[in-house]
């Protein structure tokens, strides 16, 4: 395979940047079930409830995804804030591979304790990062640790929020503070945290992520880890060091349409 040169790599990603970061994009993908809401509450949940839930096929996820926000009334917000204990057991048969019951619980439970203290989810990730953070890990790690310091959080819950202090990619928050951080003309993320900077992002690294990467030169790690995400992250920052993961769109939906590099 040829070497490409750094303006190849800039303008095969910029290109594909363009052709899928654009409202077409969103139907087929969860983040659709985000741009039902209005409320930025609604959406911060939603977007996280759905971020956490994604793997597997993306029609799955949004039909799960779905069924959630309908357990929920249809006002996720609301029902947090106001919802009894004895409300849950409404989710006893909802799931998604191994995502069950108990876990449902307890994020209930969190969820509905940090609102009763706090306006937005924003915070409990914002508050760990310092402006001269290069990179969201610290916020990550942060988050992580809030989320399970309640005396009742299950052990098993634990794999479904990554944390990069166990060199876990963390693919899904990644993606989650994406749509919620960074934000342009374009109409697919949502921009409404300001607390953390676009530029502080990381790449969410999955598997088609990977392939494209490695493809283009942007990755030479073997490990798919967090370190391998500050890599590619660092890599990409060279096109648009304010930006650096707008480039998740090329990346992603190239890998998915199988394109030929």
Request: proline share 5%; with cysteine.
């Amino acid at each position: 395979m040829p070497r490409r040169t750094k303006a190849e790599v800039a303008a095969t990603l910029n290109h594909y940047h363009d052709l899928y970061n654009k409202p077409d994009f969103i139907p087929d993908d969860p983040i659709g079930l985000v741009h039902a809401f209005n409320d930025v509450r609604d959406r911060e949940i939603v977007g996280f409830w759905v971020a956490t839930l994604a793997w597997g096929r993306r029609a799955t996820i949004i039909d799960k995804g779905a069924q959630l926000i309908e357990l929920m009334g249809g006002e996720p917000y609301r029902f947090i804030t106001e919802h009894r204990e004895e409300d849950r057991a409404r989710f006893a048969d909802w799931k998604h591979r191994t995502f069950t019951y108990t876990d449902t619980l307890y994020f209930l439970e969190f969820l509905q304790q940090y609102y009763r203290e706090h306006d937005s989810l924003e915070e409990a990730f914002a508050r760990h990062l310092r402006p001269e953070d290069r990179t969201i890990e610290a916020a990550l790690r942060g988050f992580h640790n809030d989320f399970f310091s309640l005396p009742e959080a299950p052990a098993r819950t634990r794999k479904h929020v990554a944390t990069p202090e166990r060199k876990s990619r963390c693919k899904r928050l990644c993606m989650y503070l994406r749509w919620m951080v960074r934000q342009d003309e374009r109409g697919v993320d949502f921009g409404d945290w300001k607390q953390i900077r676009p530029d502080q992002l990381c790449l969410p690294l999955d598997v088609h992520v990977e392939r494209v990467a490695r493809q283009l030169g942007l990755l030479k790690r073997k490990q798919c880890d967090w370190k391998a995400v500050v890599e590619l992250t660092d890599a990409v920052r060279r096109f648009d060091p304010e930006d650096p993961t707008k480039y998740d769109f090329a990346l992603f939906g190239m890998g998915v349409e199988g394109v030929k590099i």
